[in-house]
């Protein structure tokens, strides 16, 4: 990957003007303090091309947050694009955490998980899903002894450790 492919921003880059969510792809609605009619809705609009810039740019929206207007993430194609608006959308979020909750989550717990970072080439990058890995593969093993010794399944069926 290019050096410059992994840079991206939330800026936009090309008009001044605002752009329009356009067609909604994915979109999550959390609780807000766990309040059913009280909810922060987050919709995330299909990756467009820049025709200025020739990048791409992802634009998402909070509805039930002070500022509805709709921001945009950045990227070199709309696979980036995405994956910045996902991380924006997770750095947005993490000051309100404790206040909205997910159906499919624990409170505090909003569902965009942290993306390893690609930036310092992919040496760094797999050393560093070897870590997570690794962490993860040992917490499966204690939670499946714990559950072992307690005579519970570990989970729900679906093994969480990979394969080898």
């Not at 009280?38 to 919709?43: L, N, T």
């Not at 020739?54 to 929206?61: A, G, M, R």
Request: charged share 30%; glycine share 8%; with cysteine.
């Amino acid at each position: 990957m290019a050096t410059n492919a992994r840079r991206s921003t939330t800026k936009k880059k090309s008009s001044t003007r605002p752009r329009a969510l356009g067609t909604v792809i994915a979109e999550r609605t959390l609780t807000v303090g766990g309040q059913k009619d009280s909810s922060v809705w987050i919709r995330i609009g299909k990756p467009r091309k820049d025709r200025s810039t020739n990048n791409y740019f992802c634009p998402y929206s909070f509805e039930g947050l002070d500022d509805r207007k709709v921001r945009e993430a950045w990227g070199m194609d709309s696979i980036q694009a995405l994956q910045n608006a996902l991380q924006s959308i997770r750095l947005e979020l993490t000051p309100h955490a404790d206040a909205l909750s997910w159906e499919g989550g624990q409170n505090g717990w909003l569902g965009f998980p942290k993306l390893i970072p690609d930036s310092f080439g992919p040496t760094f990058t797999l050393r560093l899903e070897k870590m997570v890995e690794r962490e993860t593969d040992r917490f499966a093993r204690a939670l499946e002894s714990t559950h072992r010794r307690a005579g519970q399944p570990a989970h729900d069926g679906r093994s969480h450790r990979r394969k080898r």
